[in-house]
């Protein structure tokens, strides 16, 4: 389980790692469904803001091998079908290097970079 303190930081603890874990947020970006762009290049750039890196260094790996963006799309902001919204609510998350990826369906996606705590 994670908390969020008030400066923009989370909390919490990585079954994995053994050790506590400190996320503090690197980068954030809105994406407008409805403005003009797709919602991958606009996690391309917050990626790109995280690292301090023109969006085009944004290479390696490829996006598509770390998160499936045409489903959360489509999940989050996806067009009516017979009458009924798709529209989900929501927050997908994943890594992608090592960034923790937001993308929340109110269209923010938030980058944060993982550090240790306890390192003294």
């Known amino acids: 389980m ?3 303190s008030n400066d ?11 050790s506590d874990m400190h996320q503090t947020q690197v980068a954030q970006r809105h994406y407008e469904s409805n403005g003009q762009g797709e919602l991958t290049t606009a996690i391309v750039y917050a ?10 260094e944004v290479k ?3 996006l ?17 079908v017979a009458g009924g919204s798709r529209q989900g609510i929501g927050t997908v998350e994943f890594q992608y290097t090592n960034y923790l ?3 929340r369906s109110d ?3 938030q980058v944060y970079e993982q550090t240790e705590t306890g390192l003294s």
């Open 47 to 56: 990626i790109a803001e995280a690292e301090g890196v023109s969006p085009r």
């Open 8 to 18: 923009g930081t989370i909390d919490g603890d990585d079954p994995t790692s053994g």
């Open 107 to 109: 269209g923010w996606i």
């Open 2 to 4: 994670s908390k969020r």
């Open 64 to 80: 598509y091998e770390s998160v499936d963006v045409p489903s959360i799309e489509d999940a989050f902001f996806g067009s009516d």
């Open 101 to 103: 990826v937001k993308v």
């Open 60 to 62: 390696s790996p490829p």
